[in-house]
Protein backbone atom coordinates (compact mmCIF):
# COMPACT_ATOMS: atom_id res chain seq x y z
CA UNK A 1 0.00 0.00 0.00
CA UNK A 2 1.85 3.18 -0.91
CA UNK A 3 1.37 6.34 1.20
CA UNK A 4 -1.24 8.11 0.10
CA UNK A 5 -3.42 4.44 0.11
CA UNK A 6 -2.32 4.28 3.95
CA UNK A 7 -3.87 7.62 4.48
CA UNK A 8 -7.05 6.54 3.33
CA UNK A 9 -6.87 3.01 5.28
CA UNK A 10 -5.80 5.57 8.42
CA UNK A 11 -9.28 7.97 7.95
CA UNK A 12 -11.45 4.36 7.68
CA UNK A 13 -10.34 3.30 10.72
CA UNK A 14 -10.23 6.44 12.52
CA UNK A 15 -13.95 7.06 11.57
CA UNK A 16 -15.19 3.52 11.38
CA UNK A 17 -15.34 3.16 15.19
CA UNK A 18 -17.40 6.35 14.97
CA UNK A 19 -20.11 5.14 13.35
CA UNK A 20 -20.53 1.58 14.68
CA UNK A 21 -20.79 2.45 18.33
CA UNK A 22 -24.22 3.19 17.26
CA UNK A 23 -24.93 -0.77 17.67
CA UNK A 24 -23.30 -1.05 20.75
CA UNK A 25 -24.40 1.97 22.84
CA UNK A 26 -26.69 1.28 25.58
CA UNK A 27 -28.97 4.51 24.28
CA UNK A 28 -29.20 2.91 20.81
CA UNK A 29 -30.89 -0.10 22.55
CA UNK A 30 -33.28 2.34 25.10
CA UNK A 31 -34.54 4.10 21.53
CA UNK A 32 -34.82 0.65 19.68
CA UNK A 33 -37.05 -0.29 22.75
CA UNK A 34 -38.99 2.30 22.80
CA UNK A 35 -40.03 1.86 19.18
CA UNK A 36 -40.84 -1.67 19.65
CA UNK A 37 -38.00 -3.83 18.60
CA UNK A 38 -36.62 -6.46 20.45
CA UNK A 39 -33.60 -5.63 22.34
CA UNK A 40 -31.98 -9.42 23.67
CA UNK A 41 -29.78 -8.97 20.69
CA UNK A 42 -28.71 -6.07 18.47
CA UNK A 43 -30.32 -7.55 15.08
CA UNK A 44 -33.62 -6.55 14.77
CA UNK A 45 -32.60 -2.86 15.51
CA UNK A 46 -29.29 -3.25 13.59
CA UNK A 47 -31.43 -3.74 10.24
CA UNK A 48 -33.66 -0.64 10.73
CA UNK A 49 -30.97 1.39 11.83
CA UNK A 50 -28.53 0.37 8.90
CA UNK A 51 -31.50 0.37 6.28
CA UNK A 52 -33.66 3.10 7.26
CA UNK A 53 -32.03 5.33 4.79
CA UNK A 54 -32.84 3.29 1.79
CA UNK A 55 -36.53 3.40 2.96
CA UNK A 56 -39.11 0.63 3.46
CA UNK A 57 -37.25 -1.94 1.36
CA UNK A 58 -37.23 -5.65 1.39
CA UNK A 59 -35.25 -8.35 2.31
CA UNK A 60 -34.03 -8.81 -1.09
CA UNK A 61 -32.51 -4.87 -1.28
CA UNK A 62 -31.33 -5.53 1.85
CA UNK A 63 -29.29 -8.49 1.45
CA UNK A 64 -28.20 -7.06 -1.62
CA UNK A 65 -26.77 -3.69 -0.19
CA UNK A 66 -25.39 -5.68 3.10
CA UNK A 67 -23.73 -8.64 0.90
CA UNK A 68 -22.06 -10.21 4.16
CA UNK A 69 -25.36 -11.78 5.47
CA UNK A 70 -27.17 -14.43 4.85
CA UNK A 71 -30.10 -13.98 3.09
CA UNK A 72 -32.14 -16.39 5.89
CA UNK A 73 -31.13 -14.01 8.41
CA UNK A 74 -32.50 -10.92 6.86
CA UNK A 75 -35.01 -12.51 6.13
CA UNK A 76 -35.98 -12.59 10.07
CA UNK A 77 -35.48 -9.40 10.13
CA UNK A 78 -36.73 -7.38 7.28
CA UNK A 79 -39.30 -6.23 6.13
CA UNK A 80 -40.39 -6.93 9.84
CA UNK A 81 -38.38 -4.11 10.91
CA UNK A 82 -40.51 -1.75 9.13
CA UNK A 83 -43.67 -3.35 11.19
CA UNK A 84 -42.50 -1.69 14.53
CA UNK A 85 -41.44 1.47 13.31
CA UNK A 86 -41.82 3.04 9.61
CA UNK A 87 -37.80 4.34 8.35
CA UNK A 88 -38.66 8.47 9.47
CA UNK A 89 -39.03 7.24 12.78
CA UNK A 90 -36.35 5.04 12.64
CA UNK A 91 -33.97 7.45 11.91
CA UNK A 92 -35.07 10.28 13.93
CA UNK A 93 -34.37 8.01 16.78
CA UNK A 94 -30.85 6.76 15.44
CA UNK A 95 -30.17 10.54 15.64
CA UNK A 96 -31.60 10.55 19.49
CA UNK A 97 -29.44 7.56 20.04
CA UNK A 98 -26.05 9.18 18.45
CA UNK A 99 -26.71 12.41 20.35
CA UNK A 100 -27.69 10.69 23.54
CA UNK A 101 -24.50 8.25 23.75
CA UNK A 102 -21.65 11.30 22.61
CA UNK A 103 -23.14 13.93 24.58
CA UNK A 104 -22.80 11.14 27.58
CA UNK A 105 -19.04 10.16 26.43
CA UNK A 106 -17.58 13.46 25.68
CA UNK A 107 -19.99 15.98 28.19
CA UNK A 108 -19.16 19.78 26.91
CA UNK A 109 -16.63 18.37 24.38
CA UNK A 110 -19.19 17.26 22.40
CA UNK A 111 -19.13 20.75 21.24
CA UNK A 112 -15.36 21.43 20.62
CA UNK A 113 -15.99 18.66 17.60
CA UNK A 114 -16.66 21.81 14.77
CA UNK A 115 -13.64 21.75 12.74
CA UNK A 116 -13.41 17.40 13.09
CA UNK A 117 -17.11 17.85 11.95
CA UNK A 118 -16.61 20.62 8.78
CA UNK A 119 -13.81 18.74 7.38
CA UNK A 120 -15.23 15.58 7.98
CA UNK A 121 -18.71 17.06 6.21
CA UNK A 122 -16.63 18.56 2.93
CA UNK A 123 -15.11 14.72 2.48
CA UNK A 124 -18.23 13.25 2.42
CA UNK A 125 -19.84 15.86 0.49
CA UNK A 126 -17.29 15.22 -2.23
CA UNK A 127 -17.69 11.81 -2.37
CA UNK A 128 -19.25 10.50 -5.62
CA UNK A 129 -22.01 7.84 -5.19
CA UNK A 130 -22.88 6.45 -8.57
CA UNK A 131 -23.06 2.84 -7.63
CA UNK A 132 -23.27 2.94 -3.97
CA UNK A 133 -26.41 2.71 -2.86
CA UNK A 134 -26.44 2.80 0.88
CA UNK A 135 -23.82 6.32 0.84
CA UNK A 136 -25.86 7.77 -1.39
CA UNK A 137 -29.45 7.36 1.10
CA UNK A 138 -27.17 8.52 3.67
CA UNK A 139 -25.81 11.47 1.85
CA UNK A 140 -29.35 12.41 0.85
CA UNK A 141 -30.42 12.66 4.61
CA UNK A 142 -30.58 16.41 6.21
CA UNK A 143 -27.92 17.42 8.07
CA UNK A 144 -28.05 17.81 11.85
CA UNK A 145 -26.96 21.08 13.33
CA UNK A 146 -24.82 20.01 16.26
CA UNK A 147 -21.12 19.49 15.40
CA UNK A 148 -21.07 15.91 17.06
CA UNK A 149 -24.20 14.86 15.05
CA UNK A 150 -22.56 16.61 11.85
CA UNK A 151 -19.35 14.36 12.40
CA UNK A 152 -21.30 11.45 12.96
CA UNK A 153 -23.40 11.32 9.70
CA UNK A 154 -19.91 12.19 7.66
CA UNK A 155 -18.36 9.55 9.32
CA UNK A 156 -21.76 7.15 8.24
CA UNK A 157 -21.69 8.36 4.79
CA UNK A 158 -17.49 7.56 4.74
CA UNK A 159 -17.88 4.24 5.86
CA UNK A 160 -21.17 3.35 3.49
CA UNK A 161 -19.35 4.81 0.58
CA UNK A 162 -16.08 2.64 1.44
CA UNK A 163 -18.23 -0.58 1.97
CA UNK A 164 -20.03 0.10 -1.36
CA UNK A 165 -16.82 0.38 -3.16
CA UNK A 166 -15.52 -2.95 -0.92
CA UNK A 167 -18.85 -5.08 -2.33
CA UNK A 168 -17.47 -4.06 -5.75
CA UNK A 169 -14.06 -5.19 -5.05
CA UNK A 170 -15.46 -8.68 -3.56
CA UNK A 171 -17.40 -8.41 -7.39
CA UNK A 172 -14.45 -8.21 -9.01
CA UNK A 173 -12.84 -11.05 -7.56
CA UNK A 174 -14.89 -13.33 -7.73
CA UNK A 175 -15.84 -13.50 -4.29
CA UNK A 176 -19.63 -14.28 -3.34
CA UNK A 177 -21.22 -13.03 -0.36
CA UNK A 178 -19.88 -16.60 1.45
CA UNK A 179 -17.09 -16.89 -0.02
CA UNK A 180 -16.09 -12.83 1.17
CA UNK A 181 -16.23 -13.99 4.47
CA UNK A 182 -14.72 -17.68 4.72
CA UNK A 183 -11.52 -16.05 2.47
CA UNK A 184 -11.27 -13.21 5.26
CA UNK A 185 -11.06 -15.82 7.69
CA UNK A 186 -8.72 -17.60 6.60
CA UNK A 187 -6.52 -15.03 6.54
CA UNK A 188 -6.73 -14.26 9.91
CA UNK A 189 -8.64 -11.08 10.02
CA UNK A 190 -11.58 -12.81 12.76
CA UNK A 191 -12.18 -15.95 14.04
CA UNK A 192 -14.51 -18.09 11.96
CA UNK A 193 -16.80 -18.09 15.08
CA UNK A 194 -16.88 -13.56 15.03
CA UNK A 195 -18.04 -14.34 10.92
CA UNK A 196 -20.69 -16.81 12.32
CA UNK A 197 -22.75 -13.63 13.51
CA UNK A 198 -23.59 -13.09 9.63
CA UNK A 199 -26.07 -16.11 9.89
CA UNK A 200 -24.72 -18.73 7.32
CA UNK A 201 -25.02 -22.26 8.37
CA UNK A 202 -22.20 -24.87 8.97
CA UNK A 203 -23.06 -26.36 6.00
CA UNK A 204 -23.07 -23.22 3.47
CA UNK A 205 -19.52 -21.84 5.24
CA UNK A 206 -18.44 -25.88 4.23
CA UNK A 207 -19.29 -25.24 1.06
CA UNK A 208 -17.94 -22.12 0.34
CA UNK A 209 -14.82 -23.17 1.74
CA UNK A 210 -14.54 -26.03 -0.74
CA UNK A 211 -15.47 -23.57 -3.77
CA UNK A 212 -12.25 -21.76 -2.35
CA UNK A 213 -10.18 -25.12 -2.19
CA UNK A 214 -10.85 -25.64 -5.50
CA UNK A 215 -9.86 -22.43 -7.13
CA UNK A 216 -6.96 -22.70 -4.99
CA UNK A 217 -7.51 -20.06 -3.02
CA UNK A 218 -7.84 -22.26 0.35
CA UNK A 219 -5.87 -24.94 1.59
CA UNK A 220 -8.16 -28.12 2.42
CA UNK A 221 -7.28 -26.73 6.26
CA UNK A 222 -9.03 -23.90 5.51
CA UNK A 223 -6.15 -21.97 5.50
CA UNK A 224 -5.63 -19.35 2.69
CA UNK A 225 -3.06 -20.32 0.10
CA UNK A 226 -0.47 -18.03 -1.20
CA UNK A 227 -3.24 -16.97 -3.81
CA UNK A 228 -5.29 -16.90 -1.59
CA UNK A 229 -4.09 -13.89 0.52
CA UNK A 230 -2.76 -11.80 -2.87
CA UNK A 231 -6.75 -12.17 -3.77
CA UNK A 232 -7.71 -10.38 -0.44
CA UNK A 233 -4.61 -8.17 -0.94
CA UNK A 234 -5.97 -7.11 -4.11
CA UNK A 235 -9.40 -6.72 -2.59
CA UNK A 236 -8.10 -4.37 0.30
CA UNK A 237 -5.99 -2.32 -2.20
CA UNK A 238 -8.96 -1.52 -4.76
CA UNK A 239 -11.58 -1.12 -1.53
CA UNK A 240 -8.74 1.85 -0.94
CA UNK A 241 -8.47 3.10 -4.56
CA UNK A 242 -12.02 3.44 -4.05
CA UNK A 243 -12.60 5.41 -1.32
CA UNK A 244 -9.96 7.69 -1.94
CA UNK A 245 -11.87 9.84 -3.62
CA UNK A 246 -13.46 11.94 -0.63
CA UNK A 247 -9.98 12.40 0.86
CA UNK A 248 -8.22 13.55 -2.97
CA UNK A 249 -11.07 16.20 -3.03
CA UNK A 250 -10.44 17.23 0.86
CA UNK A 251 -6.26 17.42 0.28
CA UNK A 252 -3.43 16.10 1.81
CA UNK A 253 -3.20 18.83 4.15
CA UNK A 254 -6.94 19.13 5.55
CA UNK A 255 -7.39 15.29 5.80
CA UNK A 256 -4.56 15.20 8.34
CA UNK A 257 -5.73 18.12 10.14
CA UNK A 258 -8.80 15.98 10.59
CA UNK A 259 -7.12 13.18 11.31
CA UNK A 260 -5.75 15.32 14.24
CA UNK A 261 -8.82 16.17 15.31
CA UNK A 262 -10.05 12.69 15.44
CA UNK A 263 -7.87 11.59 18.19
CA UNK A 264 -9.62 12.58 20.74
CA UNK A 265 -12.90 11.51 20.29
CA UNK A 266 -11.74 8.26 18.72
CA UNK A 267 -9.86 7.44 21.69
CA UNK A 268 -13.04 8.18 23.81
CA UNK A 269 -15.10 5.64 21.80
CA UNK A 270 -12.17 3.28 21.71
CA UNK A 271 -12.27 3.38 25.44
CA UNK A 272 -15.72 3.14 26.18
CA UNK A 273 -15.42 -0.39 25.94
CA UNK A 274 -18.39 -0.79 23.78
CA UNK A 275 -16.81 -2.05 20.86
CA UNK A 276 -15.98 -5.86 20.24
CA UNK A 277 -11.90 -6.05 20.82
CA UNK A 278 -12.52 -8.44 17.03
CA UNK A 279 -14.77 -7.60 14.36
CA UNK A 280 -15.52 -9.00 11.27
CA UNK A 281 -14.31 -5.57 9.26
CA UNK A 282 -10.59 -6.87 9.60
CA UNK A 283 -9.74 -3.73 11.73
CA UNK A 284 -6.44 -4.09 13.14
CA UNK A 285 -5.86 -7.17 11.54
CA UNK A 286 -5.09 -6.20 7.60
Do not use: C
Not at 116 to 134: C, F
Request: overall charge negative; hydrophobic content about 50%; proline content about 6%.
Amino acid sequence: MNQDLGRVRQMWHLLEPLHAVLYYAPETFEEAAALGYATEERWPSYFAWRAAPLGPVGAGQVTAAFYGFAPAMVERYVPAAWEAAAPADVLAARLRAVDRFYRRLLGEEAGALKEAAALARRAAEAAVHAGRPLAAANAALEWPGEPHLELWQAATVLREHRGDGHLAALLTAGLDPAESLVSFAAVGAASPEVFASRGWSAEQWAAARERLVARGLLAPDGTATDAGRALRDEVERRTDEMAAGPWAALGADDTARLADALGGVWLAVIGSGLLPGENTLGIGKV
